[in-house]
């Protein structure tokens, strides 16, 4: 497991809308979420684009589920827990601004 570990205590809240989305459109399963924020390394990215500006502002980070399918999850922390906004398997893009920013430096 990675040194850069989270608070297991925080609560995931998966809305019916996203629950939805995740199934119907992403072909992701709650389940994967879960693992993946148990999996994840690294360091949380914000997403700074004004049309995804939010209060607080949103997440994200990539990282494998147990079956190591890499995802990239996306979500805000709110007064009550983790509130999950989309999770879908991420792009070249993506991938290459989680390996430049997200990941631990080595060294």
């Known amino acids: ?4 570990c989270r608070d297991r205590n ?3 809240h998966v809305s019916a809308d996203v629950r939805r989305k995740l199934a119907n459109k ?3 399963q709650v389940k994967e979420v879960h693992e993946c924020f148990e999996n994840r390394c690294g360091k949380d ?3 700074m684009r004004a049309r995804h500006r939010t209060d ?3 997440r994200w980070f990539l990282a494998p ?11 805000a922390p709110t007064p009550y ?6 999770a879908y398997a991420p792009n070249p893009e993506e991938v290459r601004i989680w390996n430049k920013y997200g990941l631990p430096k080595k060294g």
């Open 1 to 4: 497991m990675c040194s850069v």
């Open 10 to 12: 925080m609560k995931l």
């Open 26 to 28: 992403h072909h992701v």
């Open 45 to 47: 990215l914000f997403d």
């Open 56 to 58: 607080p502002l949103t």
């Open 65 to 75: 589920t147990n079956h190591r399918r890499l995802l990239k999850i996306v979500f």
């Open 81 to 86: 827990g983790i509130e999950v906004k989309t």
